[in-house]
């Protein structure tokens, strides 16, 4: 009865975390390990320029002199950066595919149990117009409707594809919004970074299909540092969507990456997040540490950038997506989901730098908390002296589940010009038994009735997200809170 | 097919319900009236299986089966529908939505096939004609700016796409005005059926003109004092509880 008992267990546990599978495929690693060879084993492994070398050793020396933060409001044990492999790649093919005959049929499967089409057909078949690029721990296993988006001029591809193929953009662009020097984990991932999408929509283009990478750490022991680059030229208009899964493991692992949003005037990038990264088991064993950096210019007048969220996965999210609105008339936005449950950690939230004319923002953060997790919304609003009549709007609602966790709002705010406006409001809330019971009454299971009121909650960050990805979504909000109460 | 016997309920150290008594046939329609504090709404709450209602002595036999032992939504499976004095406000989830994963749950419980997206709007779109609701109640979020008036129709439509066998209303007139209190009566009247049976729990007699009972109880300090037809709660408006808490004193 015993074997029987944890059978169930178990089979209970992977069916919580329905992407905690390994992929078995053979992996081509660098050795485990941090130091200037590692770097030079990766550029070499992809081929670089020595400009782009040259840049990830400043980045790395850098690196050497700096410490690691600690302000945010998550605890975890000393990362061991010498005790991971920062290279993984699919065997076959070293500098990625050339199609999608040649990727592993292993990874194709891993990709259609994650529900990612990556045959071209089989979107076409199925109701999501969504181009896809595939990354694989470390490299980029399959892009799709390159052909359909260059016919636009819009470059779509792995930033290590990029980086050959259009250099005198991806030189232009790398670090110009979250420079080499930027902070801890983004300088690692200056140093480290092993792939990711590149993204360039030019003039007066309107994209049109969602692009969307899927990111998926397969390796054990291997922290994954992707890089997204991605620039809308004048008067362009892109959606952008990612999607995070990794398999369920004891350790802990690092996902150090950075994403640069370039937008010019008249431009609008949307960018959306669907985080479902491991997040630990409910004793907070394992799971991925989620240290992001992602940050938008606004660089021209009238240009315009979304950030949207769903953070469900991770043991610990750390990451702030950020606005700098230097444009007049610029305006940035944040709609952010961040749910904890069990042991997990979130400190999230948003950084908006008004320095044009006439520049607004928006802030809408819904955190919500259950078993003995932690999420804390941390965020600034500043206002420069030459942003005049510019304005911010910021939200915060906390919805606690449960008597053992907590949620903690931390928003700072600078205004140096005397025209700038400034609201925040904030609220804090328990799922009301009332409400419990009332949903009961009427046929709901309790843990329906938990997934209904808190996406009820969420609907105004769940409606900015892509059609395509609501409903996904909406799911996930129910199956990360499974187990939260009762 | 409801048969409550020597049901005595206390809500934390407090007795509430004290030797309650109470058979409903199929199809009928019974009315419980009493003075405030008399037990009503615990009597909603303990048949619906709301947590802090204490059953300490008693047993409730609903359709055969030991209604004490179910959770809330089974009974709702099974057919029980409380009208909530008071309905619970939820924020962001619509009318449509709310009342989809209603009707889903259900239908799953009773082993019919779940209503997609389209098939479910047909079918609620005929309850609100049927009810004279406007659809736009539907967009709305659940009781979130609704009148006393919106509140009570909102729960009559639920009642409609539930379709119970058991369908319990508490003060459903509370807070309404007269034609409030008329529309809601005659929604009420058109769905009794052979089928239905209902308690409608009432502290006026006001809400009887629209939903006439076949049996009329009263209850007072727990118990049922008294038990007529419909010319009782007429007589009940002319005299007042006085008598009744007399007789138990």
């Given at each position: 009865m015993v074997a029987v008992k944890e059978t169930l267990d178990q089979v209970q546990t992977v069916e919580k975390y329905k992407y905690g599978f390994v992929t078995d495929i053979e992996a081509d690693q660098a050795p485990k390990g941090l130091n200037e060879d590692i770097i030079r084993f990766i550029s070499k492994k992809k081929d670089e320029p020595s400009w782009l070398l040259d840049w990830r050793m400043k980045a790395y020396e850098h690196w050497l002199g700096m410490k690691e933060p600690d302000w945010a409001k998550v605890g975890y044990p000393k990362i061991d950066y010498q005790d991971a492999f920062y290279y993984s790649a699919p065997k076959s093919g070293d500098d990625g595919p050339e199609s999608l005959d040649d990727v592993d049929p292993e990874i194709l499967e891993t990709y259609k149990k994650l529900g990612i089409p990556l045959h071209e057909q089989e979107v076409l078949a199925g109701v999501k117009n969504v181009a896809v690029d595939a990354v694989f721990d470390s490299v980029s296993v399959a892009t799709t409707f390159k052909e359909a988006l260059s016919k636009e001029g819009i470059i779509f591809c792995p930033i290590s594809e990029a980086v050959k193929d259009h250099p005198e953009l991806v030189r232009k662009y790398l670090g110009s919004v979250v420079p080499y020097s930027d902070n801890f984990f983004a300088t690692l991932n200056s140093a480290v970074f092993t792939d990711g999408s590149f993204v360039y929509?030019?003039?007066?283009?309107?994209?049109?299909?969602?692009?969307?990478?899927?990111?998926?750490?397969?390796?054990?022991?291997?922290?994954?540092?992707?890089?997204?680059?991605?620039?809308?030229?004048?008067?362009?208009?892109?959606?952008?969507?990612?999607?995070?899964?990794?398999?369920?493991?004891?350790e802990n692992q690092l996902h150090a990456a950075v994403v640069e949003l370039v937008v010019l005037g008249d431009a609008d990038i949307k960018y959306s997040t669907v985080q479902n990264w491991y997040p630990g088991d409910e004793n907070g064993v394992g799971g991925i540490y989620n240290f992001v950096t992602k940050r938008a210019a606004c660089r021209g007048k009238n240009s315009k950038v979304s950030w949207t969220q769903v953070e469900t996965g991770s043991a610990i999210t750390w990451k702030y997506p950020s606005c700098i609105l230097q444009g007049d008339n610029s305006v940035g936005e944040f709609y952010s989901v961040a749910i904890t449950n069990n042991c997990q950690q979130a400190d999230t939230g948003t950084k908006m730098i008004h320095l044009g004319k006439n520049t607004s923002s928006k802030i809408i953060a819904k955190g919500i908390s259950a078993g003995r997790s932690q999420s804390t919304y941390r965020g600034l609003v500043k206002m420069m002296p030459k942003a005049e009549e510019s304005r911010n709007y910021t939200q915060c609602d906390s919805?606690?589940?449960?008597?053992?966790?907590?949620?903690?709002?931390?928003?700072?705010?600078?205004?140096?010009?005397?025209?700038?406006?400034?609201?925040?409001?904030?609220?804090?809330?328990?799922?009301?038994?009332?409400?419990?019971?009332?949903?009961r009454q009427r046929g709901i299971s309790e843990e329906d009735a938990v997934a209904l009121i808190v996406n009820g909650f969420c609907r105004d960050v769940l409606q900015e997200l892509p059609m395509e990805f609501a409903v996904e979504a909406q799911k996930l909000v129910g199956i990360s809170l499974e187990g939260s109460v009762g | 097919?409801?048969?409550?016997?020597?049901?005595?309920?206390?809500?934390?150290?407090?007795?509430?319900?004290?030797?309650?008594?109470?058979?409903?046939?199929?199809?009928?329609?019974?009315?419980?009236?009493?003075?405030?504090?008399?037990?009503?709404?615990?009597?909603?709450?303990?048949?619906?299986?709301?947590?802090?209602?204490?059953?300490?002595?008693?047993?409730?036999?609903?359709?055969?089966?030991?209604?004490?032992?179910?959770?809330?939504?089974?009974?709702?499976?099974?057919?029980?529908?409380?009208?909530?004095?008071?309905?619970?406000?939820?924020?962001?989830?619509?009318?449509?939505?709310?009342?989809?994963?209603?009707?889903?749950?259900?239908?799953?419980?009773?082993?019919?096939?779940?209503?997609?997206?389209?098939?479910?709007?047909?079918?609620?779109?005929?309850?609100?004609?049927?009810?004279?609701?406007?659809?736009?109640?539907?967009?709305?979020?659940?009781?979130?700016?609704?009148?006393?008036?919106?509140?009570?129709?909102?729960?009559?439509?639920?009642?409609?796409?539930?379709?119970?066998?058991?369908?319990?209303?508490?003060?459903?007139?509370?807070?309404?005005?007269?034609?409030?209190?008329?529309?809601?009566?005659?929604?009420?009247?058109?769905?009794?059926?052979?089928?239905?049976?209902?308690?409608?729990?009432?502290?006026?007699?006001?809400?009887?003109?629209?939903?006439?009972?076949?049996?009329?109880?009263?209850?007072?300090?727990?118990?049922?004092?008294?038990?007529?037809?419909?010319?009782?709660?007429l007589e009940l408006e002319k005299n007042g509880y006085e008598i009744y808490s007399e007789a138990v004193a």
């Open positions: 929509i030019p003039k007066g283009v309107d994209c049109p299909m969602e692009l969307s990478t899927y990111f998926r750490i397969n390796a054990s022991n291997t922290g994954q540092f992707e890089r997204t680059l991605i620039i809308a030229d004048e008067g362009s208009k892109v959606s952008y969507l990612e999607g995070c899964t990794a398999p369920m493991r004891d919805l606690l589940i449960g008597k053992k966790c907590g949620a903690h709002t931390v928003p700072y705010i600078e205004s140096r010009n005397q025209s700038a406006k400034v609201e925040h409001e904030a609220t804090t809330s328990k799922i009301a038994d009332d409400q419990l019971f009332y949903c | 097919m409801l048969e409550i016997n020597n049901l005595h309920v206390n809500v934390g150290e407090t007795q509430i319900l004290k030797g309650l008594n109470l058979k409903i046939n199929s199809g009928e329609v019974h009315a419980i009236m009493g003075p405030n504090g008399a037990g009503k709404s615990t009597l909603s709450y303990v048949l619906s299986g709301r947590a802090g209602y204490e059953v300490t002595e008693g047993t409730i036999s609903y359709q055969g089966k030991n209604l004490l032992d179910m959770e809330p939504e089974k009974r709702a499976g099974e057919g029980i529908f409380l009208a909530f004095q008071y309905p619970v406000e939820i924020p962001g989830v619509s009318t449509m939505n709310f009342l989809k994963a209603a009707v889903n749950s259900v239908r799953k419980y009773r082993g019919d096939k779940e209503f997609d997206a389209m098939e479910f709007l047909k079918f609620v779109r005929e309850q609100t004609k049927i009810l004279n609701i406007s659809d736009d109640m539907l967009k709305r979020a659940v009781n979130v700016g609704f009148s006393g008036g919106e509140k009570k129709r909102a729960e009559v439509l639920q009642m409609a796409v539930l379709d119970p066998i058991l369908a319990v209303l508490d003060e459903t007139d509370s807070g309404l005005d007269v034609d409030a209190l008329r529309i809601v009566g005659e929604g009420v009247t058109a769905l009794r059926s052979s089928k239905r049976s209902m308690l409608v729990i009432t502290h006026y007699q006001r809400l009887l003109d629209y939903i006439i009972p076949d049996v009329v109880h009263v209850l007072s300090s727990g118990k049922i004092v008294d038990t007529g037809d419909k010319n009782l709660a």
